[in-house]
Nanobody, 126 residues
Framework: QLQLVESGGGLVQPGGSLRLSCVLS????????IGWFRQAPGKEREGISC????????QYADSVKGRLVISRDTANNTVYLQMNSLKPEDTADYYC???????????????????WGQGTQVTVSS
């Protein structure tokens, strides 16, 4: 059974940085596309970035483009989301999810991802 575990969330001041991690177990990362999603209180879950199973395709939502960087370490079965220049509106619960053979040719749709982590909370506040 594929499992995903996120970590790295926390409280950060505006303009600060965080690096979220998503560790996969139960299968090889190279079999899956990985999406990062966030959900703010009272809002729908939105896809903000993804990386394809090959690592060659990457997408970012306009709201995070230029500030967030997705990367992966296949040796450690881990996907990262480096978050820079954080804003209060980035405050949300952040989730990673996996889709088998995901191509990441567009922003990730949460309805298409089967395997989810438990989430990690990010709060951007002074």
């Amino acid at each position: 059974q594929l499992q995903l575990v996120e970590s790295g969330g926390g409280l950060v001041q505006p303009g600060g940085s965080l690096r979220l991690s998503c560790v996969l177990s139960g299968s090889d990362l190279t079999n899956y596309g990985i999406g990062w999603f966030r959900q703010a209180p009272g809002k729908e879950r939105e896809g903000i970035s993804c990386i394809s199973w090959s690592g060659r395709n990457i997408q970012y939502a306009d709201s995070v483009k230029g500030r967030l960087v997705i990367s992966r370490d296949t040796a450690n079965n881990t996907v990262y989301l480096q978050m820079n220049s954080l804003k209060p509106e980035d405050t949300a619960d952040y989730y990673c999810a996996a889709i088998l053979s995901g191509l990441c040719r567009r922003l990730p749709d949460p309805n298409l991802y089967r395997f989810w982590g438990q989430g990690t909370q990010v709060t951007v506040s002074s």
